[in-house]
Structures are given as structure tokens and as C-alpha cells.
């Protein structure tokens, strides 16, 4: 599961996350991992985008709530 992945405020918008995100892909993938899944809040959109242009498919949505 690749989830909490960010870059800092002052270096968003250049494009590093979808760097990070292939790396954390690349070395899921080299481990055999069965299936690679990410996750990201449904708000945050910049996020979701870069899922999707690496190739992940938005296939369900939760809810979480915790007290």
C-alpha cells in the first residue's frame, strides 16, 4: 500500500511526486508484491491525479473514522 506520500509545500507543483510515487512502485514491484494499491484522502485531488497518471485505477472508496 502506498499511502502518506508527500512533498513538502515549498516543492510542490514540479512534478517530484510522481518521481516518488514510480520509485515506491518500482520497489513494491521488485519485492513481488501481488498487488500494489495507494491510497490518498478523497479531497486531496493534486494526490489523486498523480495516482492516476502512473496507471492506478480508482476502485473503491472508504470511509475511515477514528475517535
Known amino acids: 500500500m502506498i499511502a ?7 516543492h510542490r507543483g514540479r512534478g517530484y511526486v ?4 514510480a520509485e515506491g512502485t518500482r520497489i513494491l514491484a521488485e519485492e513481488d ?3 500494489i ?3 490518498t484522502d478523497l479531497g486531496n485531488a493534486p494526490m489523486a491525479n ?5 496507471g492506478y485505477v480508482n476502485f473503491e472508496r472508504a470511509i475511515n473514522m477514528a475517535w
Open 4 to 10: 502518506y506520500l508527500g512533498v513538502v509545500p515549498e
Open 18 to 21: 510522481d518521481g516518488l510515487l
Open 33 to 35: 508484491v501481488p498487488r
Open 37 to 39: 494499491r495507494a491510497a
Open 50 to 54: 498523480a495516482f492516476a497518471r502512473a
